[in-house]
């Protein structure tokens, strides 16, 4: 079992930057992949990035590809989200989630952190 919870959400006008963190507790985490993923209202949940916890293989969605950062704390169980030239249409709840390495499925999810970005 892996509990997730976010933190770091708020509210920043277009250009500044936020740095979400997730941390994550259990038994283990070093089979997982992590993801961050985000969704609008009205809009589809959305993949913005992924991390092998016990290695790198990061991964971005294009939209957020060379502003956003996804990296992680093996000490603290933390993993974060750096956002940096945030844009309006950025602006949704972010959720970390965790899945077996292997599996396709993300199994564990948190409860979600809200980031509006103003212009």
């Known amino acids: 079992q892996v509990q997730l919870v976010e933190s770091g959400g708020g509210l920043v006008q277009a250009g500044g930057s936020l740095r979400l963190s997730c941390a994550a507790s259990g038994r283990t985490f070093s089979n997982y992949d992590m993801g961050w993923f985000r969704q609008a209202p009205g809009k589809d949940r959305e993949f913005v990035a992924r991390i092998r916890w016990s290695g790198d293989h990061e991964y971005y969605a294009n939209s957020v590809k060379g502003r956003f950062t996804i990296s992680r704390d093996l000490a603290k169980n933390t993993v974060y989200l750096q956002m940096n030239s945030l844009k309006p249409e950025d602006t949704a709840v972010y959720y970390c989630?965790?899945?077996?390495?292997?599996?396709?499925?993300?199994?564990?999810w948190g409860q979600g952190t809200q980031v509006t970005v103003s212009s």
């Open positions: 989630a965790a899945r077996m390495v292997g599996t396709t499925a993300f199994s564990s």
